[in-house]
């Protein structure tokens, strides 16, 4: 049975930055593609980040060059480091692991997972 769990999600100022981790159990092989989604407030859920089974990493627009998906194999752990955060990122982030994700359509394919979620706030 696949779980991913989110945590490090909080409050920061503007500017500040954010560590979001997932941890995946029940992943057989490198199979999955991994990604973050988030759901802002009173707005559909957008992809933000992915990483393929070869390593390639995707980024919407509005993150690139600002946050940074990384999967740590030896504690089977999806990271996302945030950095130069705006208000606008405010959302719930969501970890996700697919047969396929496409961040610029927002978009899985075939078998996904998701976790529950955890909450970044971004305000001064």
């Known amino acids: 049975r696949v779980q991913l769990v989110e945590s490090g999600g909080g409050s920061v100022q503007p500017g500040g930055s954010l560590r979001l981790s997932c941890s995946a159990s029940?992943?057989?092989?490198?199979?999955?593609?991994l990604g973050w989604f988030r759901q802002p407030p009173g707005k559909q859920r957008e992809g933000v980040a992915a990483?393929?089974?070869?390593?390639?990493?995707t980024y919407v627009d509005s993150v690139r060059g600002r946050f940074d998906i990384s999967f740590d194999n030896a504690n089977n752990t999806l990271i996302l480091q945030m950095y130069s955060l705006k208000p606008d990122d405010t959302a719930m982030y969501y970890c996700?692991?697919?047969?396929?994700?496409?961040?610029?359509?927002?978009?899985?394919?075939?078998?996904?997972?998701w976790g529950q979620g955890t909450q970044v706030t971004v305000s001064s």
């Open positions: 990483i393929d089974t070869e390593g390639y990493k």
């Open positions: 996700v692991a697919a047969d396929a994700i496409v961040v610029f359509h927002s978009r899985v394919a075939g078998r996904n997972y």
């Open positions: 029940g992943l057989t092989g490198n199979t999955y593609s």
